[in-house]
């Protein structure tokens, strides 16, 4: 089992920044990607940025050059710095982590209990 407990969130006005962190703990074998994911009210959870084991990171298309995600391996953490900040960021970002319990069980999906991003003036 893998828990993950995301920080960072707040108010920020159009144009700041602000810094995402999720530390992963518990029982595993592996974490392949971690990631941030997003879920504006009345909209369907979306793909912010993932990285992998590796360093391979993938953005949505919408944060592109904006937010910048980060890993270390060693302390099982992701971070997300989010720059240049638009009112359409505005949701409750959700870290992710998809893990292995040891070398015989298949990938598991598993999600932080989420934290508010608010965009306005």
């Known amino acids: 089992q893998v828990q993950l407990v995301e920080s960072g969130g707040g108010l920020v006005q159009p144009g700041g920044s602000l810094r995402l962190s999720c530390a992963a703990s518990g029982t595993y074998f592996k974490i392949n990607v971690m990631g941030w994911y997003r879920q504006a009210p009345g909209k369907a959870r979306e793909l912010v940025a993932t990285?992998?084991?590796?360093?391979?990171?993938n953005y949505a298309d919408s944060v592109k050059g904006r937010f910048t995600i980060s890993r270390d391996n060693a302390k099982n953490t992701v971070s997300l710095q989010m720059n240049s900040l638009r009112p359409e960021d505005t949701a409750v970002y959700y870290c992710?982590?998809?893990?292995?319990?040891?070398?015989?069980?298949?990938?598991?999906?598993?999600w932080g209990q989420g934290t508010q991003v608010t965009v306005s003036s």
């Open positions: 992710n982590a998809v893990a292995l319990a040891d070398p015989s069980s298949p990938y598991q999906l598993y």
């Open positions: 990285t992998t084991s590796g360093g391979g990171t």
